[in-house]
C-alpha cells in the first residue's frame, strides 16, 4: 500500500516533468461552447475550446486559458508540438506536478 503524500505528487498520464516545468499532452477540440477541462481522451487531456482552428486562434486561446489557470504569464505557455492537429504538447515553464490538482478546480 502506498501513502498518500506519495499519490498527491504522482504524475497524471498527460504530464511529464521537464526541467522548467510542466509539458501537457492534450486532445483539443475546437469551436465549442465554452473553453474548459473536461476530462481525459486516452492519456491526453481533453480540453475544449471556443475559438476555430483557424490561423492558429484555437492555439493562443488555449495558451491563455493555460496561463490564467496556472496564474504565469502567456510567455511561459509555448506551444511544443501539434500546431495544426488536435493532438497538441504545451509546456508551462515555472509549475511542478502538485500545481496540476489546478485544472480539474
Do not use: Y
Not at 19 to 26: D, F, M, P, S, V
Not at 63 to 76: D, G, I, N, T, W
Request: hydrophobic letters at 40%; one cysteine or more.
Amino acid at each position: 500500500m502506498q501513502n498518500s503524500a506519495t499519490n498527491e505528487t504522482r504524475k497524471p498520464p498527460f504530464a511529464r516533468q521537464v526541467k522548467t516545468g510542466i509539458a501537457l499532452r492534450l486532445h483539443v477540440i475546437p469551436k465549442s461552447s465554452r473553453t474548459a477541462v473536461c476530462g481525459l481522451h486516452g492519456d491526453a487531456l481533453k480540453i475544449k475550446v471556443q475559438a476555430p482552428p483557424v490561423d492558429g486562434a484555437a492555439n493562443k486561446a488555449i495558451q491563455k486559458f493555460l496561463a490564467k489557470k496556472f496564474r504565469v504569464s502567456r510567455s511561459s505557455v509555448q506551444l511544443l508540438t501539434g500546431a495544426s492537429s488536435r493532438q497538441k504538447e504545451f509546456l508551462i515553464n515555472g509549475i511542478d506536478v502538485k500545481d496540476l490538482k489546478i485544472l480539474f478546480e
